[in-house]
């Protein structure tokens, strides 16, 4: 080989290491700090508060499309996370998709609870916050039928609303990687069980569940899932649009959630211990939750390497309902990739719309 060519190629070489370098010393890879100028667009496709309580907001997008499906879709989420996991930023949004398809959509966010909301229960949120915006929703779009489709606890929640109110309206329902089954959610059961882990004393002192401990017991399920995503960044760091996707990834999931003191304790003692929700005996205002009542199309979608809520926690939901029109996918990915990662655009959300599209004119 030509020793000109040789010096140029251990030159090209050195730079490439070089800037390499540069990016990951720039976007200090263990601190998981982006780049100055590396704008994390979150939460961003428009919207309008059309009704709010408490912490709680009803989000209402601006339509993409001159017509939209009749029959508007509300989105339920979780109690612990941040509701922007369906709306990281324009192509990786789930919101975004379903605007452009021609769904009217609306969003439930729970907010972040603080002092003086330790109080609230699952009376509260399914029993009176969840019919409230139902109702603005009907206000809104003209229409008394809806879609609803939660994910994670949200699913539990949407189950709960759609048993307790049979004749409300729901037209379709969908659930993403929910938990239903808290026998199949073995660490968490385990702390349920046990004699170390005591909710009261928890509540009673500090009032609010802290994120700080809501994201320990996230990680406790896998302790080395950080590590593995930071080398995953390493391996892909001249890769800009990969960096930009993680690091949204890495802020939702460092952004958990306080979680309302008498839900926790209700959710601990109720769900988890002594698993009333697959046993349709959880009660809200004092009516048991049957899941035989949900006789709407439903569908359930979970994912193959979901650590959060696995197989054995949610395979039951489907068989659990009343429904006759019911159809269970399962999507490769994760609890979190299902909905927001880069191949949920292939393998979900033209299911979602496929299922909906049929059952929403």
């Known amino acids: 080989m ?25 976007r200090n890879i263990e601190g998981l700090k982006p780049l100055d100028g590396l704008e ?44 922007y996991i369906v709306d990281l930023a324009s192509g990786q949004s789930l919101v975004e998709y379903l605007l452009q398809q021609g769904f009217d959509v609306y969003l439930i966010d729970w907010g972040v609870v603080r002092s003086g909301y330790e109080h609230l229960n699952m009376d509260h949120y399914v029993g009176e916050y969840i019919p409230e915006c139902l109702e603005q929703v009907a206000e809104e779009s003209g229409e008394r039928e809806y879609s609803m489709v939660g994910y994670c606890l949200g699913g539990v929640m949407a189950c709960m609303h759609a048993a307790l109110n049979p004749n409300a309206g729901l037209r379709n329902l969908g659930c993403f990687a929910t938990p239903a089954n808290a026998s199949g959610m073995v660490l968490y059961k385990s702390w ?13 002192e500090l009032g ?14 896998r302790p080395l899932q950080k590590s593995a995503g930071r080398m995953s960044l390493l391996d892909n760091v001249g890769n800009d649009e990969f960096v930009k996707a993680h690091y949204r990834f890495e802020r939702w999931t460092s952004d958990p959630v306080p979680l ?14 002594d698993n009333k929700f697959i046993q349709s005996s959880f009660e809200v205002k004092g009516e048991k939750a049957d899941l035989k009542n949900i006789t709407c199309p439903f569908l359930h979608v979970a994912a193959v390497h979901d650590h959060i809520v696995p197989s054995d926690a949610s395979k039951d939901l489907i068989d659990a309902v009343g429904s006759t029109d019911k159809l269970e996918v399962v999507v490769k990915g994760g609890h979190v990739s299902l909905v927001a990662g880069g191949n949920a655009v292939y393998r979900l959300w033209p299911q979602l719309v496929d299922w909906l599209s049929a059952r929403s004119c």
């Open 2 to 26: 030509n020793v000109h060519a040789v010096a140029r190629g251990k030159e090209a070489a050195g730079n490439n290491l070089e800037r390499t370098v540069e990016k990951v010393l720039s």
């Open 40 to 83: 994390l667009d979150l939460g961003v496709t428009p919207k309008d508060v059309i009704y709010a309580r408490g912490t709680m907001k009803l989000y209402h997008y601006r339509p993409m499309c001159d017509e939209v499906y009749r029959v508007p879709i509300v989105l339920v989420m979780s109690l612990i996370n941040r509701y």
């Open 192 to 204: 349920a069980d046990g004699e170390n882990f005591d909710i009261d004393r928890i509540v009673d």
């Open 208 to 221: 609010n569940v802290p994120a700080v401990m809501v994201d320990a017991m996230l990680q406790a399920l």
């Open 260 to 273: 309302a003191g008498e839900v926790a304790r209700q959710l601990y003692k109720h769900f988890l211990r």
